[in-house]
């Protein structure tokens, strides 16, 4: 299987572009709203490439390795799901010189970038759906949409009924990729952007282009131009289907980002837990579970901190256990400095420049587990083991050869000593150091005694 080999090396930051930081004022529509309003599914608040290039040190100092921007071509909402030029930047985030200059810098850094594809519906105003409201039934285009009549009524109040539209939204008309001419479009654009210097395409919505021919041309495409490019499908549930070198190198994991929500809030028991993570690496080749995106929160997801009820210890285990899982962790802009938010619009919140916003010592925590994971090649390419699952506790190690490393989790709301077996782990050590805090744990008849404070964690070597 052709997987990319840095993936499984990598930490994503996903940009929602608008949001994170205001490089270029020129570029701001005349309408901006104030930078930190409230967030709506309308208004624009000036994030822009440039803003991006110019915060490129904060990214590095982080620890990022690759970036995931949220649309960025020419579109006439905040989000950018509904692409009206597939060829050209919105000018709202810059120019196609500033796009390249990103490229430049990232690069120069040893940094990938991958860019999000919206290949199943347009906005109303992409050229062949604009044609087709110009010129109903005579239109050159019209095979290019699922059309049930004319006029296609693509503007008066109400669901899409004319013709087929995402989620029956007017304002996204859904293209008919059966048609040869628009597979040829959406295939030269995939490929375009990668010669542009782009490494992948995470594809929105892909299995709402329920073709399986189509998607292993498009990865024909991509790998042609760059056999190193990485493929991300948008898959939100456990689908063996969109996992080969037919399909995609890997998904979105969000089965992982609900396991470990539902145990952080008490919802299931450690063992439960357990299975759940542990299952999923049946259900996908071992190439791919190292290839798979893994968020703790997206454009499309609440914030990680309203999720775990504003608690920053259960956040601070949570990015714990992220980084120490098979697969990329990805950290959604701001929520490694605690940014709060529901439902979108609201978790695509500004950045918050401001250190002063920045939340307790969460971004220090990060940029620790970062470089840890880093330096530990068994973090990053080690097996799976788990040790132990008690009642308010779990435990797993990642073994590379004769490096493994134990994370060890306590899950309740008290400080607990912990005694853990480690016989199948260590069968003739007399203790273990403390990645956190250096300390040195002993290891006495085979087994580990270890005090954690509530909704704590340890990587234990």
């Known amino acids: 299987m052709s997987v990319p080999y840095w993936v499984q090396d990598a930490v994503f930051y996903q940009i929602f572009p608008d949001r994170f930081a205001n490089g270029d004022p020129e570029n701001d529509p005349p309408n901006i709203q104030a930078w930190g309003s409230p967030p709506t599914l309308w208004d624009f608040q000036g994030g822009d490439l440039r803003g991006i290039i110019q915060k490129v040190d904060y990214l590095l100092d982080l620890g990022v390795t690759a970036l995931y921007l949220n649309p960025i071509f020419l579109s006439p909402s905040n989000h950018r799901y509904n692409t009206s030029d597939y060829y050209t930047i919105d000018p709202k985030l810059g120019t196609r010189a500033d796009f390249d200059a990103l490229l430049d810098v990232a690069h120069a850094n040893g940094m990938r970038v991958i860019i999000d594809g919206v290949f199943n519906h347009t906005s109303r105003a992409f050229f062949a759906f604009a044609d087709l409201l110009e010129n109903g039934e005579h239109s050159p285009y019209q095979g290019w949409y699922h059309v049930n009549r004319y006029p296609l009524e693509a503007y008066t109040p109400g669901d899409a009924q004319h013709y087929s539209a995402w989620w029956n939204f007017k304002s996204l008309p859904k293209l008919n990729t059966d048609n040869p001419r628009v597979r040829k479009y959406i295939m030269d654009v995939a490929k375009y952007w990668i010669e542009a210097g782009a490494d992948g395409w995470r594809l929105d919505v892909p299995n709402e282009i329920d073709d399986d021919a189509f998607w292993a041309g498009f990865r024909q495409v991509v790998k042609g131009a760059n056999p190193d490019a990485y493929i991300l499908g948008e898959i939100w549930t456990v689908d063996p289907r969109w996992v080969d070198n037919n399909h995609f190198d890997g998904l979105m994991h969000y089965p992982v980002r609900e396991a ?108 620790s587990l970062i470089a840890l994971r880093k330096t530990l090649p068994a973090l990053r390419r080690g097996k799976y083991q788990r040790i132990h699952a008690g009642e308010k506790s779990y435990a797993f190690a990642r073994t590379l050869g004769s490096e493994k490393v134990l994370v060890i989790m306590n899950l309740s709301n008290e400080k607990q000593t912990l005694r853990i077996p480690v016989d199948t782990l260590w069968h003739d050590t007399y203790e273990a150091r403390n990645f956190f805090n250096y300390q040195k744990v002993g290891v006495r008849d085979g087994h580990l005694e270890l005090t954690l404070d509530a909704w704590s964690g340890a990587w234990l070597q």
């Open 260 to 367: 470990l929500i539902e145990v952080l809030n008490g919802h299931i028991k450690p063992e439960q837990f357990g299975d759940k993570v542990e299952g999923l690496f049946d259900a996908y080749p071992e190439a791919n579970v190292k290839a798979m995106y893994v968020p703790l929160g997206s454009h499309d997801t609440k914030r990680i901190r309203q999720k775990l009820g504003g608690d920053l210890a259960k956040a601070k285990l949570a990015f714990l256990y992220q980084f120490a899982y098979p697969g990329a962790p990805a950290i959604y802009y701001g929520d490694e400095v605690g940014v709060d938010g529901g439902k979108d619009p609201d978790c695509r919140r500004a950045f918050p420049w401001n250190k002063k916003d920045w939340q307790g010592d969460l971004r220090i925590w990060v940029q």
